[in-house]
């Protein structure tokens, strides 16, 4: 009797593990990212290691000067359309997870910073390297200096954007991100660049283990709610998808993708369905989906468009050349 005693008051009397505050659980989040080489911080979305691309970024960002396409302005009204909304909604304590090109996503964050009290960790599934780009299924050319070119024209999309915001490079931008302080909300996002089938090989591995330090975070800091924004066109099909009671549509394509393909469970729809299961509300958005609109005139004139460029690649939906 005397242990069993003993074993409750052990039981009620010792003080709780702490909860970690939001902060804490945002740097526990930044370390695990950082420690498995998804950071985007001194080595953003390249592999710098290789001297190759470190040099071929440095003189990009000396030769770039600024410019955007529409996809790249049009996305990141939506962005910010989206995370209003939600945040109107749902209210403060939100976790925002954003994927897609970093292009798109970029410019929509300095606004959300000022308007709606968010922290921005910037990661991606995978360091764009020569080799990543080589084993790329998409791609008929696999050559060496194929993939060196294909590379470069992504750094200077980038570049071009960053420049547009008022920035020299990745880095500044992503560096000023985290002067945010205070803030109420956390948008994680998922960036990658404009060469979207080198980031799905295989069972999707790169991108699990972003998933999976997502998922910790959600069972730290339980946000109150969580939106989750792709660039993509099946949006609405996802929110019928999850809305159902039981998911059984999105459940009996899973298992159709499983026998025909031999492929698991995505690891984002891992991720929110594990959120969703725990009580927390997920919504979706989507981004990319105004190309053939015309710009605003004002958000033009804001970001500082150049007309030759804008033009071009309207008319040859390309990127335009740094």
């Not at 200077?156 to 002067?179: C, M, P």
């Not at 979207?196 to 339980?222: C, P």
Request: charged share 25%; proline share 6%.
């Amino acid at each position: 009797m005397k242990v069993c005693l003993t074993a409750l008051l052990v039981m009620f009397c010792s003080p709780a593990r702490a909860q970690p505050s939001p902060k804490q659980a945002s740097e526990r989040l930044i370390a695990r990212l950082k420690s498995g080489g998804f950071l985007n911080d001194i080595s953003p979305l390249y592999d710098m290691k290789d001297p190759r691309i470190l040099n071929a970024y440095a003189e990009t960002v000396k030769a770039t000067s600024p410019h955007v396409i529409f996809r790249d302005t049009s996305s990141w009204e939506e962005i910010e359309g989206a995370v209003t909304e939600h945040l109107r909604k749902h209210g403060s304590g939100a976790l925002v997870v954003i994927s897609g090109s970093a292009t798109h996503i970029y410019g929509a964050i300095p606004h959300l910073e000022k308007t709606s009290s968010i922290r921005y960790i910037s990661a991606t599934p995978i360091k764009l390297s020569i080799a990543a780009v080589q084993r790329d299924g998409a791609s008929m050319d696999k050559s060496e200096g194929k993939a060196f070119s294909d590379i470069k024209v992504q750094m200077g999309r980038d570049i071009g954007v960053t420049k547009t915001l008022g920035y020299n490079d990745i880095q500044s931008f992503l560096a000023d991100r985290e002067k945010a302080r205070g803030a109420k909300n956390v948008i994680v996002g998922v960036e990658e660049t404009g060469l979207h089938t080198v980031y799905n090989r295989g069972s999707w591995e790169d991108k699990a283990a972003i998933y999976t330090a997502l998922k910790a975070f959600v069972a730290q800091v339980k946000p109150t709610s969580v939106l989750y924004i792709e660039e993509s066109l099946d949006v609405p099909e996802k929110q019928t998808d999850y809305a159902e009671p039981g998911m059984k549509r999105f459940l009996d394509g899973e298992k159709w993708q499983k026998k025909e393909f031999g492929l698991p469970r995505r690891p984002w729809d891992d991720f929110l369905i594990d959120t969703k299961n725990k009580g927390i509300p997920v919504a979706f958005a989507a981004f990319g989906l105004r190309a053939d609109k015309q710009p605003h005139p004002e958000f033009e004139r804001a970001l500082r468009l150049d007309k030759a460029d804008l033009k071009r690649a309207l008319q040859t939906g390309s990127a335009p050349k740094p």
